[in-house]
């Protein structure tokens, strides 16, 4: 099975920074990866599909790269609303997750 | 308006068989292309992706769970059915169901707590 690993698994950053999330795969997923926010208590939502594919309604402050096993998901100019827990996704083969970061204030 | 909302037991005692239902609205299982998976999250952990469903009734599952899991649909309810076997404190989670239309998990549910315990 394809593993999926994040980094950092946390991260503090402020209001208006950039922050960057990477997520690596155990082998090749092509663009087959998503990425997901995830607040407290809630349902996770999209924000990107096929690597780089800004879904509908995200705002364009993030914005998704990366081919075959290294991907990121970059947050330009953070905002309030965007502390959250952030999650890869590959669709290759089967699904997998990746284990998580949290992004909280510092 | 897409939505999806889960549904079954929110306890259940441990060795018993556990069935949750993924009840949705605005779209059609039987439409080419889609998919509904159910995926959990323990609390205070990651996500974890257990199955999936596609609108020519193709099934795939967590290789780790999947003697005990099992998966099904009735397009004429708009529901998915999961199945899960044999179950253990350590499957206590939220259970989730999302749509997978060309970008899975478009759209969730809100999510039902399952405990197990006795």
């Known amino acids: 099975d394809i593993q999926m690993t994040q980094s950092p698994s946390s991260l503090s950053a402020s209001v208006g920074d950039r922050v960057t999330i990477t997520c690596r795969a155990s082998?090749?997923?092509?663009?087959?990866l998503n990425w997901f926010q995830q607040r407290p208590g809630k349902a996770p939502k999209l924000l990107i599909y096929?690597?780089?594919n800004l879904h509908s309604g995200v705002p364009s402050r993030f914005s998704g790269s990366g081919s075959g096993t290294d991907f990121t998901l970059t947050i330009s100019g953070l905002q309030p609303e965007d502390f959250a827990t952030y999650y890869c996704l590959q669709t290759h083969y089967l699904h997998s997750f990746g284990q998580g970061t949290r992004l909280d204030f510092k | 308006q897409v939505t999806l909302r889960e549904s079954g037991p929110a306890l259940v005692k441990p060795t018993q068989t556990v069935t949750l239902t993924c009840t949705f609205s605005g779209f059609s299982l039987s439409t080419s292309g889609m998919s509904v998976s159910w995926i959990r999250q323990p609390p205070g952990k990651a996500l974890e992706w257990l199955a999936r469903i596609d609108w020519d009734d193709e099934k795939y599952y967590n290789t780790y769970l999947k003697t005990r899991l099992t998966i099904s649909k009735d397009t004429s309810k708009n529901q998915v059915v999961l199945k899960v076997t044999t179950v253990d404190p350590v499957d206590t989670a939220t259970y989730y169901c999302?749509?997978?239309?060309?970008?899975?998990?478009?759209?969730w549910g809100q999510g039902m707590l399952v405990t197990v315990s006795s």
């Open positions: 999302a749509r997978d239309y060309g970008a899975f998990g478009d759209t």
């Open positions: 082998q090749s997923i092509s663009i087959y």
């Open positions: 096929s690597a780089s």
